[in-house]
């Protein structure tokens, strides 16, 4: 491996009021009641497992959707895992978690299909939507809609508090990051190439999208470069990094053209964890080595969370 990747330094700094930030809208996000409704889905379920289409109430009065399996069979609480989206795909439902014997949650955060009746500033636009103003830009909800998945798997009866994990790839690869670092239920976590991580190198280490919007929002406007860079502060993950304590798997394309492996190198070096392993696929893009890692990632789940 060149070390002048796996040594790579992003340039973002941590804002020094940014757990007073977050801390303010966990407050704003506490103080609005959840209001979970939980609807049956019998097309979409089977002899070996339910789902169900779930709903929940978030900041700004966003009302987000989300899909929700659980196995037939479950004689005692059941292990949960989260699942974040990638940026444009839609959610899955998760049925092969619930063949695992977890309770599954695919989070769909405000914009994404049937998440996106009072949000909606569609693909490409979500990255830069509002970028100059902390308070206002996009992923402020959006992390929180994500992080929201947390508190609706604690209504659930089946699901044991203790045994919760986050998953994802790409822009699921950053929201895991982000989750694991503000939601103390998280027990264990795997995030994939991840993105939402080292914005400003990335947008300059590659030129590929979603990053470049970013850059193509700074020709437009180019007085506001360090209005942007002040914001996307507040939400790279390399900043919420050393608030993670649980377990945490990466992996990562030593070829990614979208989310440059440098990022990630620089995400991981960064993550306060003492039980944390990168797995860096050479020959790989973006998927990451996904058709390798999954068994990985299984096989982790499965030692954290006991399903």
Known sequence: MDDMISDYKCSVSKPDDFDEFWGNVLDEAA??????????LPLRSSDELETFEISYDSLDGVRVAAWYCVPR??????????????????PAIPKEWARQGYAAVTAAPRGKLRSNAQFNPGYPNLLTHNI???????????????WR??????????VDPDRIGVTGSSQG?????TTAAMRPEIKAASAGAPYLCGYMDAIALTSSYPYQ???D??????DSREDVERTLAYFDGISFADRIQCPIIMNIGLQD???????????HNAIASSDKQLYAYDGHGHEAGRYKHTAITNEFFAKHLQP
């Open 257 to 267: 053209n979208v989310c440059p492996p440098e990022t990630g190198y620089a995400l």
């Open 173 to 177: 690869g950053g929201l895991t990051i």
């Open 73 to 90: 069979d479950r004689q005692r609480p059941l292990p949960a895992v989260v699942l974040m989206p990638g940026y444009q795909s839609d």
């Open 31 to 40: 103080n609005i009641p959840l209001n979970p409704e939980t609807v049956s």
């Open 149 to 158: 998945t947390i508190d609706y798997l604690l209504t659930r009866d089946e």
């Open 213 to 215: 919007e970013i850059n």
């Open 217 to 222: 929002y700074l020709k437009a406007h180019p």
């Open 132 to 146: 100059i103003d902390r308070n206002t830009y996009s992923y402020r909800g959006f992390y929180v809609d994500a």
